[in-house]
């Protein structure tokens, strides 16, 4: 993301949000905020070709990151993080892992990964 400062020390969007994601608030499908997203391996000379936030995202998602980290740390509203992730899994760009809810059974390895990601921030 593109940030400024404001002279008190507080990075700030240099950008609208919505703006990055055309106005929409929810991507084309469903994707639940624990959704894992990882990056997949792209030439540098398309990574080039990325906007900054995808660039972004795919630097951070180099390891597993959740939606809601992903939001977090770029300091974007969730829906924001849900349309562009959506959108990059819809160029190649990122791989989503679903969470598996309707087997009525948590996933324990899931939720020790969100739970690792969440420590860390």
Same mark, same amino acid.
């Given at each position: 993301? /593109?940030?400024?400062? $404001?002279?008190?020390?507080?990075? *700030? &969007?240099?950008?609208?949000?919505?703006?990055? #994601?055309?106005?929409?608030?929810?991507? %084309?499908?469903?994707?639940?905020?624990?959704? !894992?997203?990882?990056?997949?391996?792209?030439? $540098?000379? *398309?990574?080039?070709?990325? #906007? &900054?936030?995808?660039?972004?995202?795919? #630097?951070?998602?180099?390891?597993?990151?959740?939606?809601?980290?992903?939001?977090?740390?770029?300091?974007?509203?969730?829906? /924001?993080? @849900?349309?562009?992730?959506? $959108?990059?899994?819809?160029?190649?760009?990122?791989?989503?892992?679903?969470? @598996?809810? $309707?087997?009525?059974?948590?996933?324990?390895?899931? !939720? *020790? %990964?969100?739970?690792?990601?969440? @420590? @860390?921030?």
């Amino acid at each position: 993301m /593109v940030y400024g400062s $404001d002279g008190t020390g507080d990075e *700030e &969007p240099l950008f609208r949000p919505y703006a990055v #994601t055309g106005g929409r608030s929810e991507p %084309r499908y469903h994707m639940a905020m624990e959704t !894992l997203i990882s990056s997949m391996s792209i030439p $540098d000379d *398309e990574m080039a070709l990325l #906007t &900054p936030e995808q660039e972004a995202i795919m #630097t951070l998602c180099r390891s597993f990151r959740s939606v809601a980290e992903i939001s977090a740390l770029l300091r974007v509203p969730l829906g /924001v993080a @849900r349309v562009v992730v959506a $959108d990059m899994a819809d160029e190649g760009l990122v791989r989503l892992h679903q969470p @598996r809810l $309707d087997q009525g059974q948590p996933d324990m390895n899931m !939720l *020790e %990964r969100v739970l690792s990601g969440l @420590r @860390r921030l």
